[in-house]
């Protein structure tokens, strides 16, 4: 049972106290809570408020309902930043101040913070409802009272997920084990001039789903939602809600989402939206700008390559230039040739005569020899498909041979099985046959024992009775003492065995603390208890690993030679000695998975892991001939001794193949040259006496020698590791104890066996008696016992009916038989196609030899062919010329008209024209030229006509040819590519001008936001850094917060520093540097400092004292009060389950204590601590007259 009792001082804000008190029923033998609470009523004045922007964590309820009104995702659109977060260009101001929460009112309560809470049925609770007060709220109580149940009934009871708390995940969960349902209700302060809000959430133990009521109204979890995030309550945010099981997790939480958080939890409420803008804002630009480099090199390309056309186009018309009058004189020079080619015609045609004759001669004599090699060519390709063919039918036999042994070995399964089903029936024949003798042999003997009974005279049963009873009252006292007597020491027996085990178990604890494996594993759990579960785990677990994986140094490690474990310990730091060693690259990544990330021994434990692969290692610095004459005794991996598979890892991690030791000395300037040779990677560590020096040489410059030397210090972790003298001073202790109890158990064992051997004696005479009526009786016994056995008669018949197994055996031998035959019809059909296969295999040799040789005669014989076409194939590239020349010359002198009238319709129709044209003057000029001749007057002119003959011709063709193989051949397309990239870059061109305004209008929006948002939060940081500072100065602490800032700002952090020690330095806040109370301190310190900028209208911290010694406990304390409970301070509570005496009370706080027990009292006044006070006080003036009159 819980109870809960609320004590608080009227202050310059009034509120109604309220007490709660549960007590428990008894009804019907069953327990049952009943919680009442006495609460007055709270009048609220109304007033409106300001809107405030809250990041809700969900759109939906927690648990998984999904609403009714439930729209589309939203459209992510370019972020524009203003002062309210939302830029428009040309914009820009300096940032306002923030908005503050919303307006108090005269009740003292904030619009958003809590009044009051109702749990039924909620976790410890089986009902509670008690009231809070407007400023500081300490939650007091005794560890598993139900503290940190009220934080889990403010996060669920507002529609905040469960992994808020960083509890169970279900909802059903937080049902009190037992109940069927349960429900939160937490009644939320309204906005002024409105009612307060009370939201109530129904849960089921046997559901996750939950549903909610708004002031008594169904609502869905986007309604609670909704009004969450108007009055700005933020308890997803670890600066406004720390739960017990998350304070580890604000120390972990990295600078970034610190600073995220921070701006969700204070400052000006545009911080975030103002960031999120330069993020979004940040990206875009970014992505516009590379688009912009892109396309202006893509530009820049597409202008070079127009000049590069542009070239081009004008060698394209020089060039359809010289192609057009080259085509001209192609067809002027054909009509030229036609008269030279008619006198040359019959020339040629005698010399084309004689050698067509002599190349018909050589062919002729050459045609055998090429039709026995066409003959081999068709015969080699024929074998070589003969020789596929096999080997396709070979493999399609092997498949059916596969096939074939399967089913025998299906079949040789079967045969077994029948096998073993009947040596089964064979053996529960033998067993039927072995019952019916039995029952023959025992009717046989029953008969005879009932012959012999019936000639024995018996007493009458009623005189045996009545013998019996006498004998049994008269010996009911001996037995008494007989059973006692057992009793003790039966009683003796079972607590001498008692302590002779506890005495073997005390011996094995003392032969355990001898043990020096045990011994290291003692040590290892005082210097690191991760690191011990984890090797405890990994010896349960081996199973999940590929190969060994190695336990820490510290475990695996020894030196046999103590005079070197010094110098061994020296060469392994603190981390290394507790590595864990792995073989493989699975089994690190396994060891990783399973203990740093799945956290199977716990969140916070972690583990060093090595692994590398095998590589090349740097060879020793000095040969042994050269260390010893040096006068070292040998490497550090010399004297050690740990599994084969470390000794990589003491290489490559530690370098021990190449730390030379020497226990007497060397001379330190000799081994320093020795080891920083240039040869040996110029550098490496020795040890001298007690000294480790380590050299290496520069890079740079001169390659100069240093030597950085160190005292060893005497080793720890590979020191001889002792017994615990004061545990084996217990057990001895014990084993002592432990042999006397077992000396006076056996003393005490042989008094018992005395006086039980009297006892004994003593009944001697009443067992004669009861021996002679055993016997009667047993006689009597017998034979009705005898008489009823004749019933195995019926047993032994009944075996003898039952069917023979014979039947069933035939049945499953003929199975097995009929399986026979078809293992040896597969076994014939399986040698059947293994001998055919051997014969296609054969056969497909020869055809394979035969393929070879056919290849082998053709290769020769085409040899041979070569050979004798060579005279052919010279006589007839000599007639080829010949009749080449021939055929020319006919066919130009027969048809040149008709060739150049060819050439001249394939032309372009402005090529045909000027053909025209030319030939047209030519015609009258040849016939004005006859005229003249023939009439004998003047030749005419040749001006304007073309006269030129064939080789002018020719030479013009030549030279106009030479031209056209000078200027490069373009694309036809040239042109239109040309103008086509011209288009294309003016589109261009426009495209990156109108990205180039909207980069500089992003600029502007990005600078306009960071004007907002920087100085806004510089402003909150240096606010909360100020508190910070000083809170930690006031317990002699050194504390700092401070922005990193980072061209990406979404990098953007805030960094917390602290420093606890004079000696040290100040470092990063993380969630492995700091102990726990260390960073349990500078947590709350950063929600002190930030509290005063908190925007949330309540905050809650749970057990964040923990870890925390009372000189800063005390100091938090003093801190938080001072700062909650100012007049403008918000609502807060603090959980914790101790307190400091003589802390700081302000009359603002509120005090709620938590009880629990089997009883409460009934007077509701008992949970009240003011009562409790003033009852204090009113009895103490009683005894003081003189006090009680003033």
């Known amino acids: 049972m819980t109870r809960v009792a609320s004590s608080s001082k009227a202050g310059s804000v009034s509120h109604t106290n309220s007490e709660v008190r549960v007590k428990t029923e008894k009804d019907k033998g069953k327990r049952k809570a009943r919680v009442e609470e006495e609460t007055e009523d709270e009048d609220a004045d109304g007033y409106v408020g300001t809107d405030v922007h809250h990041e809700n964590e969900e759109d939906a309820d927690a648990d998984g309902e999904v609403d009714e009104e439930g729209g589309s995702p939203r459209v992510i659109k370019r972020t524009r930043v203003n002062e309210n977060g939302d830029s428009r260009p040309g914009e820009n101001g300096k940032p306002t101040e923030r908005v503050k929460t919303l307006p108090r009112d005269t009740d003292g309560y904030i619009p958003g913070s809590i009044v009051r809470i109702q749990l039924k049925n909620f976790v410890t609770y089986d009902f509670v409802e008690f009231g809070v007060g407007p400023y500081l ?524 030791i020497s226990l007497d000395g060397v001379d330190v300037s000799r081994a320093m040259e020795l080891v920083a040779r240039p040869e040996t990677n110029g550098g490496a560590s020795f040890i001298s006496q007690t000294t480790m020096n380590i050299v290496s040489r520069s890079s740079y410059g001169q390659k100069n020698v240093s030597n950085i030397s160190r005292e060893i210090r005497p080793a720890r972790a590979l020191a001889n590791v002792t017994v615990d003298a004061e545990e084996k001073r217990r057990i001895d202790d014990r084993i002592s104890n432990l042999k006397d109890e077992v000396a006076n158990y056996e003393r005490e064992r042989g008094e018992l066996d005395a006086g039980l051997a009297a006892v004994l004696e003593e009944d001697k005479a009443f067992i004669a008696r009861l021996v002679r009526y055993i016997a009667q009786n047993s006689l009597s016994t017998n034979l009705r016992v005898h008489q009823g056995r004749y019933r195995n008669k019926a047993n032994l018949q009944h075996l003898k009916n039952q069917p023979s197994a014979e039947a069933e055996r035939v049945k499953k031998k003929q199975e097995l038989f009929n399986i026979t035959k078809k293992r040896i019809q597969i076994a014939k059909e399986y040698t059947a196609l293994a001998r055919s296969i051997i014969e296609e295999q054969t056969e497909a040799t020869r055809a394979g030899i035969r393929y070879l040789q056919i290849g082998a005669n053709k290769a020769a014989l085409q040899e041979l062919c070569n050979k004798k076409d060579e005279k052919y194939n010279t006589a007839l590239a000599e007639f080829d010329k010949v009749d080449e020349e021939f055929r020319a010359i006919k066919g130009r002198s027969k048809a040149a008209l008709e060739e150049s009238r060819e050439v001249v319709q394939n032309v372009e129709e402005d090529l045909r024209e000027q053909y025209n044209e030319i030939e047209a003057k030519r015609t009258q000029y040849d016939r004005d030229l006859t005229a003249a001749e023939a009439n004998g007057t003047t030749p005419p002119s040749a001006d304007g006509v073309d006269v030129r003959t064939v080789d002018e011709l020719q030479a013009e063709l030549n030279r106009q040819q030479a031209k056209l193989e000078l200027n490069l051949n373009t694309n036809p397309g040239v042109v239109e590519q040309y103008e086509k990239r011209k288009r294309d870059i003016e589109v261009l061109e426009k495209t990156i001008e109108t990205k180039q305004k909207s980069a500089e209008k992003i600029e502007r929006s990005i600078k306009a936001a960071r004007d907002n948002w920087q100085p806004g939060l510089e402003k909150l940081v240096a606010s909360i850094g100020e508190k910070f500072s000083a809170s930690f100065d006031r317990i002699g602490c050194a504390g700092e917060v401070r922005i990193s800032q980072h061209e990406d700002y979404e990098k953007w952090a805030i960094d917390i520093l602290v420093k606890f020690r004079d000696t040290e330095k100040l470092q990063l806040l993380t969630g492995q540097r700091q102990s726990g109370g260390e960073r349990s301190l500078t947590t709350i310190l950063y929600l002190l400092s930030l509290t005063e900028e908190a925007r949330a209208p309540f905050s809650l911290v749970d057990e964040i004292n923990q870890g925390m010694d009372q000189r800063a406990e005390r100091s938090v304390h003093n801190s938080m009060v001072q700062v909650t409970c100012k007049a403008d301070s918000a609502q807060y509570f603090l959980i914790t389950p101790k307190l400091l005496p003589d802390l700081m009370y302000h009359e603002r706080m509120k005090i709620l204590c938590v009880n629990n027990g089997e009883w409460l009292p009934e007077e509701h006044d008992l949970g009240n601590m003011m009562n409790m006070i003033d009852g204090y006080l009113a009895h103490n003036r009683k005894g003081k007259p003189s006090t009680a009159a003033h």
Not at 334 to 346: A, C, K, S
Not at 505 to 510: E, G, S, Y
Not at 580 to 590: A, I, K, P, Y
Request: charged letters at 30%; hydrophobic letters at 35%; one cysteine or more.
């Open 137 to 660: 709220n300490m939650i007091l109580g005794p560890n598993g009272t139900g503290k940190s149940s009220i934080a889990c009934s403010i996060c669920l009871g507002l529609n905040f997920p469960p992994n808020v708390l960083g509890r169970a995940a279900d909802l059903n969960s937080f049902v009190k084990i037992g109940k069927q349902k349960g429900h939160i209700e937490i009644e939320l302060k309204g906005k002024k001039g409105q009612g307060n809000l009370i939201i109530r959430r129904h849960l089921s133990a046997t559901s996750k789903q939950s549903h909610f009521e708004l002031n008594g109204k169904p609502a869905t979890g986007k309604e609670i939602n909704a009004k969450m995030a108007e009055l700005n309550v933020q308890v997803g945010n670890l600066c406004s809600f720390l739960p017990q099981d998350k304070v580890s997790e604000f120390a972990q939480m990295t600078p970034q989402q610190l600073l995220r958080e921070t701006q969700r939890a204070a400052g000006d409420e545009r911080l975030t939206a103002w960031h999120d803008t330069l993020i979004n804002a940040g990206k875009e630009l970014k992505t516009l700008l590379q688009n912009i480099q892109d396309e202006s090199n893509q530009l820049q390309q597409m202008r070079e390559r127009n000049e590069g056309i542009e070239r081009d186009v004008q060698r394209y018309k020089e060039r359809k230039s010289i192609e057009s009058m080259i085509a001209l004189l192609e067809v002027l020079i054909p009509v030229e040739q036609y008269r030279q080619l008619r006198r040359q015609f019959m020339e040629v045609k005698a010399r084309q005569r004689k050698l067509h004759e002599k190349v018909k001669r050589l062919k002729a004599k050459n045609e055998p020899a090429h039709a026995l090699l066409k003959k081999l060519e068709t015969e080699h390709k024929e074998y070589e498909k003969t020789r596929e063919e096999f080997k396709k039918t070979a493999l399609a036999k092997f498949n059916k041979m596969k096939t074939k042994w399967a089913a025998s070995e299906k079949l040789v399964c079967e045969a077994e099985e029948l096998t073993s089903q009947l040596d089964q029936l064979k053996k529960e024949e033998k067993e039927r046959l072995k019952k019916i003798a039995g029952l023959e042999s025992e009717i046989e003997r029953t008969q005879t024992e009932l012959a012999r009974l019936s000639k024995i005279e018996l007493e009458k049963p009623e005189d045996l009775a009545v013998e019996a009873r006498k004998i049994h009252a008269e010996r009911a006292d001996v037995m008494t003492r007989k059973l006692e007597a057992e009793d003790k020491i039966k009683n003796n027996i079972n607590e001498m065995a008692k302590s002779t085990n506890q005495l073997n178990f005390a011996c094995q604890d003392l032969k355990k603390l001898d043990d020096i494996k045990n011994m290291k594993m003692q040590a290892l759990q005082k210097f690191d208890k991760d690191c011990h579960a984890a090797v405890l785990w990994l010896r349960e677990h081996k199973h999940l690993f590929k190969m060994e994986v190695f336990e820490p140094a510290f475990l695996s490690l020894t030196v046999p030679d103590r005079r070197f474990v010094n110098a061994v310990e020296a060469g392994i730091s603190g981390m290394q000695f507790r590595t864990f060693v792995c073989q493989c690259r699975e089994d690190s990544n396994t060891l990783n998975q399973e203990i740093n990330d799945r956290g199977v021994l716990g969140k916070g434990v972690r583990i060093a892991t090595w692994y590398r692969p095998p590589s090349q290692l740097a060879p020793p610095p000095m040969s042994r001939d050269e260390a010893s004459q040096m006068g070292f005794d040998g490497y550090l991996l010399d004297y050690v001794e740990c599994p084969q598979g470390m000794r990589w890892w003491l290489q490559r991690e530690l370098n021990f193949h190449r730390t030379a």
